[in-house]
């Protein structure tokens, strides 16, 4: 399953660390951070708690860029 999300960042190299961070956590099979559009777009693992997923996405993109928005 894919979903897109609304993000804030600052920086396009901000942006491909996020993508990076999200794409190894647990759940996520891959991740793609648009700069310029402000989207995220994530495919989830079949079977994962997507919910639970996101926290672990949102945790790992903060600690990457601290001030990053995601709308879940």
């Known amino acids: 399953m ?3 999300y609304n ?4 920086c396009a ?3 491909n660390l996020m993508e990076e961070a999200a794409g190894k956590t647990e759940g996520v099979t891959s991740a793609v951070v ?3 559009t402000q ?3 994530v495919e989830f693992a079949e079977g994962a708690d997507v919910d639970a997923t996101m926290k672990a996405v949102v945790k790992a993109c903060k600690r990457v860029e601290p001030d ?5």
Do not use: G, H, Q, S
């Open 34 to 36: 648009n700069f310029m």
């Open 7 to 10: 993000i804030e960042v600052d």
């Open 68 to 72: 990053c928005e995601i709308e879940l």
């Open 13 to 15: 190299n901000c942006a």
């Open 39 to 41: 989207k995220m777009i």
């Open 2 to 4: 894919k979903k897109t």
